[in-house]
């Protein structure tokens, strides 16, 4: 299985990045895991404006034919094993899966419309350094689950 965790901005601070990297580490057990960076729109004012500029270059950034799962918050929240019957579902569907993370001002409407599943942490605002940990760690979380490794501890 192919995952692409595709975020706006870079990730600052090296407690960051070495979270993510361990995440990445583990996950690279189960499957081809990589990450792309795109530049924010920090300059533009305009917060449509600003959106469309960012959902241009994360649509260059996505694999061809993935399967897009966009981070947001009008989205579905998902129990760690949800999560994990649906890694199964996309393992079984044989096509990569991209997993979307927008800038500060989130993602922009024609973006999350062509997305195959919105998914919510919640609806807390989080920094999108914090949420891709969150979303690496879970992602780990469900491949455990799936594998019946001890790791999950949750019913």
């Known amino acids: 299985m192919r995952i692409t965790l595709v975020a706006v901005g870079a990730l600052r601070g090296p407690g960051f990045?070495?979270?993510?990297?361990?995440?990445?580490?583990?996950?690279?057990?189960?499957?081809?895991?990589?990450?792309?960076?795109v530049k924010e729109a920090g300059r533009i004012k305009d917060v449509a404006s600003r959106q469309?500029?960012?959902?241009?270059?994360?649509?260059?950034?996505?694999?061809?034919?993935?399967?897009?799962?966009?981070?947001?918050?009008?989205?579905?929240?998902?129990?760690?094993?949800?999560?994990?019957?649906?890694?199964?579902?996309?393992r079984l569907e044989a096509r990569p899966v991209a997993f979307l993370i927008g800038g500060s001002t989130?993602?922009?409407?024609?973006?999350?419309a062509r997305a195959s599943a919105r998914w919510s942490l919640g609806p807390l605002t989080l920094p999108h350094e914090l949420a891709r940990i969150v979303v690496l760690e879970q992602l780990y979380r469900g491949w455990t689950i799936l594998r019946g490794e001890p790791y999950h501890k949750g019913r």
Do not use: F, H, K, N
């Open 17 to 37: 990045r070495a979270a993510c990297d361990e995440y990445l580490t583990r996950l690279r057990r189960y499957g081809e895991v990589t990450e792309r960076e």
């Open 52 to 90: 469309a500029v960012e959902a241009e270059r994360l649509q260059e950034a996505l694999p061809d034919g993935a399967t897009i799962v966009a981070l947001a918050r009008e989205g579905t929240g998902w129990s760690s094993r949800d999560l994990a019957g649906r890694i199964e579902r996309w």
């Open 106 to 112: 989130g993602l922009a409407a024609p973006l999350l």
